[in-house]
């Protein structure tokens, strides 16, 4: 009997090792991927909350946020943006590529609206409106 108790409390030590850390299907097929080498900016602030999934097809999503940078020679928009549930990044503050119309219509202090292309981790804005 003892060794039926020992056997089994380590297949159920195995078993919740294994499980540890592990993501549901679904969300790691959904989620976005690290950012890639060369993005304009390393985000700031808490990215616990944020998915870090394998490469995977360009999507859509939308945020709203305030712009605290613009760098036209990058191409680049600094946003401290709220939730991007469809990306699933928790508030913060991160540079986005831009095309140079998009980043000349903005300045820092505006509050915007923007809608982003996410690939491999990282977001390009596609569109951004000024609130």
């Known amino acids: 009997m003892k060794?039926?108790?020992l056997t089994g409390g380590i297949l159920g030590a195995v078993l919740a090792l294994a499980a540890c850390g592990q993501e549901s299907e679904t969300t790691m097929a959904e989620a976005p991927a690290a950012p890639a080498a060369g993005t304009p900016a390393a985000p700031t602030g808490d990215m616990a909350g944020m998915n870090r999934a394998g490469s995977q097809a360009a999507k859509t999503a939308k945020g709203t946020g305030t712009v605290k940078s613009v760098d036209a020679g990058a191409g680049a928009i600094?946003?401290?943006h709220g939730p991007i549930p469809e990306a699933g990044w928790p508030a913060m503050?991160?540079?986005?590529?831009?095309t140079p119309d998009l980043v000349q219509s903005v300045k820092p202090g505006d509050k915007v609206a923007f809608d982003l292309t996410?690939?491999?981790g990282s977001g390009e804005i596609t569109a951004i409106v000024r609130q």
């Open 78 to 80: 600094t946003v401290d």
């Open 93 to 98: 503050t991160m540079a986005f590529k831009a």
């Open 118 to 120: 996410l690939k491999d």
């Open 3 to 5: 060794r039926t108790v």
